[in-house]
């Protein structure tokens, strides 16, 4: 029986030794390589061609969803299954969008994960179930999420910032300039028109993206 093959990316080691050990439990799926990041996944998915990419969005460099840009550039029909502790509606919509075929938070991995793996192994999307039902929800209503019109750069900056980060943090941990990041900022600002800091933390509030 063939083995279905996965790139596990995560920044932090010990995430990526208890996923390995909850995929490798299943004697039809195996744990090929390991990123800590998106570049590294990058190159990796080049090198080892798995057939499905676990991935963690928040992390240094370009993060996932950068990272999910350029592997779907090189390849449209790459399959990603993002494993976020982001439990909003905002993210799973942005990484569908950008071409990943699943969403779980890691809150409910260790029930939903191979499930997951193997529904999109076959070509099917997956869902969490609560993440489905809140996207379902936001889109009966109607509602359209100020945050929908920042670029994925933007959106990476925008939740820096509004996690109180500053400027140089974000410019070491996104390897940005902090010119580049200042640029971000100000197209941020015209966007969701917000004066400062504490007005882009309160839009990220009343999106669900941090607690109060």
Known sequence: ?????????????????????????EADIKVI????????????????????????????????LEAIDRIMAKDKNTKILVLSAHEDS?????????????????????????????SIYQGKRYLEPNIAQQMAITQLSGETNPVEILSDREFEVFMALA???????IADTLCLSPRTVGTHLYNIKQKLNANNSAEIA????????IDP
């Open 1 to 25: 029986m063939s083995q279905i093959k996965i790139l596990l990316v995560d920044d932090h080691a010990v995430v990526r030794m208890g996923f390995k050990m909850l995929i490798e439990a």
């Open 33 to 64: 390589g390991e990123a800590e990041s998106g570049e590294v996944a990058v190159k990796l998915f080049q090198e080892l061609k798995p057939d499905i990419i676990v991935m963690d969005i928040t992390m240094p460099g370009i993060g996932g």
């Open 90 to 118: 905002v993210h799973p919509k942005r990484v569908l969008n950008a071409g990943a075929m699943g969403y779980l938070t890691k809150r409910s991995a260790a029930e939903e994960l191979i499930k997951a793996i193997k």
């Open 163 to 169: 996690k109180g980060k500053s400027t140089n943090e």
């Open 202 to 209: 309160l839009i990220a509030i009343r999106c669900g993206l």
